[in-house]
Every structure is written in C-alpha cells, then in structure tokens.
C-alpha cells in the first residue's frame, strides 16, 4: 500500500493524536494526517493539528441540539430515516420512550450529516476517534464506512475490552479491584466500544496505585498501542475474518475477529 490518509476526530487535548502526527511525521506510519475534527470549540487537539498545518474544524454538538430542541428546521438530513436507525443501534432498549430515542437520534443525524460535511473536502482511508466522545451512530457509520467487512473506523478505549465499555474505562477497571488495566484499539461497529478488538496493552495494578497513577500508565500504552495498529492498517496486514465457534451441547457462536496477516 502506499502512503494513507488519516482523519482524526478529537473531543480534548488530544494526545493520542499528538502522538499519530508524531509517528507520521518520523515515518513510523506511512500515512499523513489529513484534517482533525472536533465536537468541542475549546478541544486542545484543535491548536495541535493547526500547530502541524493540518486542516481542523469544528462541528457543535450542544449548539445542534439547541437549535433542535427551538425547533430550527434543515438540521436532520433529508435522507435520515430515524426508524432505519432505531432497527439497527444498539446503545438503546427498545423499551425507552419512543419521543427520546428520536429527538436522539435526529440531534446526533444533524450533528453527524454536519460531520459528514465538513468532512467531505479531505478524502481519508482511515478515521481515527482519539478521545472523541461522541458515539457513532448507524448513520454516520454506514455514509462513512458503507463496507463493514472493510472497516476504516478505529477507535482506543482505555479498558481491556470486552470489559468496562463506556465513558470511565480507567475509573471502572480501578472501583473493580482489577489487578490487570489495559487499552484496546478497536474498528467501530454499531454498538458502545463493541468493534473488532485490533490490539491490546495491559499494564499491573499495584496495591500502591490510585486512579491517577493507573491513567499515567495506561495512556502511555494507548500512544504505543495507537500507533502500532495504525501502522499495521497502512501496512495492509488487518483482515476482518468471520468465525465459527463450537460450543456445549452443539451450540454454535460466530464472531468477526481481525486476524494480521
């Protein structure tokens, strides 16, 4: 394969991402980033991708669902069909309050199809999440990534997943009493942190240690651990394998891995 392009989408400070434009910059990956997209106004991974020249925008999640909520016509994308998405998310129970699952899902079609927009001027073979935190929806998935078994959505969660999905990966594996923490770096798929596992980290859990001290770990491992998937990505070496497993009493489960090659 030859030389990648990466687009990163960035809630904070963006250190993860510091550490991609570092790697492509040194050519530990062959690839250059392309624009860095942001939910928040104030997100410090703004200054970091206009400090390496790389295009950024904006894209104001809070503002979209204002201008919704004061009934602000054009928002949802005219080829939105929130019963569509509701059939295929799986963030919710169906038993929720139909009302709020849609104003949902229409806020997050604006925002997205707003995403989608200021995306289209960066054609990009990868999408990075490096601390984005938004959940995808099916939408946004399916106009970005239409080939589930091609997948070019990664995203690193601070959990050896399948444990501890969510928002406070760190903060779960600590109040759990685990004596092992980790990262994950994974595709994205339709569910919460529920993608393709690419690559894991795990670092020890000490009596010693605090929150505090178990973050410093772990976000030392997910620079290393971002970087190496993504070099495998631009290297051509992941494939998306559906498998079968046998279980008790002739019970079958199938399962998408990535397998490297």
Not at 28 to 51: C, Q, T, W, Y
Request: hydrophobic share 40%; net charge neutral.
């Amino acid at each position: 394969m030859g030389e990648i392009r990466i687009g990163a989408l960035v809630s904070g400070g963006g250190t993860n991402l510091q550490a991609i434009i570092d790697a492509c910059e040194g050519g530990r990956i062959n690839g250059r980033m392309v624009f860095v997209g942001s939910d928040n106004p104030g997100a410090h991974g703004l200054a970091r991708g206009e400090k390496h020249n790389i295009p950024t925008f904006v894209v104001d999640y809070k503002d979209i669902a204002r201008r919704y909520d004061e009934g602000a016509e054009g928002l949802v994308p005219e080829n939105f069909n929130v019963n569509e998405i509701l059939k295929k998310q799986t963030l919710f129970s169906v038993s929720e309050d139909p009302a709020r699952l849609t104003r949902f899902f229409d806020i997050r079609a604006a925002a997205e199809g707003a995403l989608i927009r200021a995306m289209n001027p960066y054609p990009f073979d990868l999408l990075v999440l490096a601390g984005f935190m938004r959940t995808l929806s099916p939408y946004f998935i399916d106009k970005t990534n239409p080939a589930p078994l091609d997948p070019r959505i990664m995203n690193i969660h601070p959990a050896l997943l399948p444990a501890f999905p969510g928002t406070d990966g760190y903060g779960d594996t600590y109040r759990y009493g685990c004596r092992v923490g980790g990262c994950t770096v994974h595709f994205v798929d339709y569910g919460e942190d529920s993608g393709a596992i690419i690559g894991q980290k795990a670092y020890e859990i000490t009596p010693e240690d605090t929150i505090e001290t178990i973050k410093e770990k772990g976000i030392k491992l997910e620079w290393e651990l971002y970087v190496d998937c993504i070099r495998l990505f631009a290297e051509g070496k992941l494939k998306m394998t559906r498998k079968t497993y046998a279980l008790q009493k002739g019970r079958k489960v199938q399962r998408t891995v990535v397998e490297i090659v």
